[in-house]
């Protein structure tokens, strides 16, 4: 597919700012938007996934459930 390179680069950024405003609420409908983004070839969840600490992953998934 051919993935986006601005797209994911605003994706990361995104979920980073996510994480730093610890906002759950924000955090739920970004994973909603991320999906369709990969569901469309916009955006590879892998290598966004790749891109993030483990951190911020796990912190991210957290906020989601929360959400």
Do not use: Y
């Amino acid at each position: 597919m051919n993935h986006d390179p601005l797209t994911q680069l605003e994706c990361l950024d995104f979920i980073r700012l996510v994480v730093e405003r610890d906002d759950p609420i924000f955090a739920k409908n970004l994973a909603a938007a991320i999906k369709l983004l990969c569901d469309s070839g916009k955006v590879s969840g892998e290598q966004l996934w790749a891109e993030l600490s483990p951190e911020e992953q796990d912190r991210f998934w957290e906020l989601v459930v929360e959400g």
